[in-house]
């Protein structure tokens, strides 16, 4: 089955439970001298204690279980991308509050990158749970991560948009396969390596020098197998795409330490 790969542009801020009151102080993650370096906040805060038997429906607060999560924030500095955050090679070395209190945890399993590369998210997730009276949480570690430093259009004129096709992308042949067309719009996916799907930030569509309305409707992957589905405004067949690739790709990892403050009630 195929990973769908989530791209937000915006998150909500977590609330705590018991009716507290989440008033989040974030650290940007220490550039040891790097000012180019991606800044970690703060994002959210969840901390779920549940109180009611185990076959009560609404018993769960979030529908979770017990347990804290802190969503980190990373903000790409000018003129550099985020392509992927590696949650496997990061390593988070410390989570407590301001008790003492080691909380353990794990970083989650699929992090978040924003859709234009200016950044994404990672949640910190532990079923421990603060001392009664703590009223800060700190978390320390690092971040590791693929970034990208600006992008280069590559141009695929006269594709057929027809199921089991093949393109050029540089070096790399892409299938397509999927085609659909209904209420004006033509849809494909395109099937291509995971490791090159990654590097694509954006297509645009054109009929000769004319840019159609099309997008990046959705991601996924399987392994080292990707997908690309892509929604145009278009009767034609045949099309020309050009791909927003990223450049100057480098595997970093950035460390990070931060302190949340919530006023927990009894």
């Known amino acids: 089955m195929l990973h ?3 791209t937000l542009s915006t998150m909500a801020i977590g609330t705590c439970v018991f009716g507290a009151m989440l008033h989040a102080q974030a650290r940007p993650a220490a550039g040891r001298g790097n000012a180019a370096l991606p800044t970690v906040t703060v994002g959210g805060i969840q901390i779920v204690k549940i109180v009611t038997t185990s076959n ?6 979030f529908n979770a279980d017990n347990g804290v999560k802190v969503a980190l924030w990373i903000k790409m500095a000018p003129g550099q991308g985020l392509i992927e955050i590696d949650e ?4 988070l070395e410390a989570f407590t509050d301001d008790k003492g209190t080691d909380l353990g945890g794990k970083f989650e399993s699929f992090p978040d990158e924003f859709k234009d590369g200016s950044g994404g998210t990672l949640e910190i997730e532990t079923s421990g749970m603060p001392a009664t009276g703590a009223s800060r949480l700190n978390a320390e570690g690092n971040i ?3 970034i990208a430093t600006g992008t280069r259009p590559t141009r695929v004129s006269n594709v057929q948009i027809t199921d089991g096709r093949t393109v050029k992308i540089g070096a790399t042949t892409a299938t397509l396969a999927e085609v659909s ?4 719009n033509v849809t494909f996916t395109l099937k291509l390596p995971r490791q090159v799907m990654t590097t694509i930030k ?8 004319n840019r159609l309305e099309g997008h990046i409707s959705g991601t996924g992957y399987m392994n080292d197998a990707g997908e690309l589905n892509l929604t145009v405004k278009t009767a ?3 099309l020309t795409l050009e ?4 450049q100057g790709m480098r595997t970093i990892k950035v460390p990070f330490k931060v302190q949340a403050g919530v006023g927990l009630g009894s």
């Not at 009560?56 to 607060?61: H, L, N, Q, V």
């Not at 496997?88 to 390593?91: F, G």
């Not at 791909?243 to 990223?246: E, K, R, S, V």
């Open 144 to 146: 590791a991560m693929t």
């Open 4 to 6: 769908p790969v989530r």
């Open 243 to 246: 791909f927003d690739m990223w």
């Open 236 to 238: 034609l067949k045949t």
């Open 202 to 209: 954006d297509v645009k569509f054109l009929d000769g020098r």
């Open 56 to 61: 009560e429906t609404f018993g769960k607060p």
């Open 181 to 184: 067309a209904e209420d004006g």
């Open 88 to 91: 496997d090679a990061s390593v």
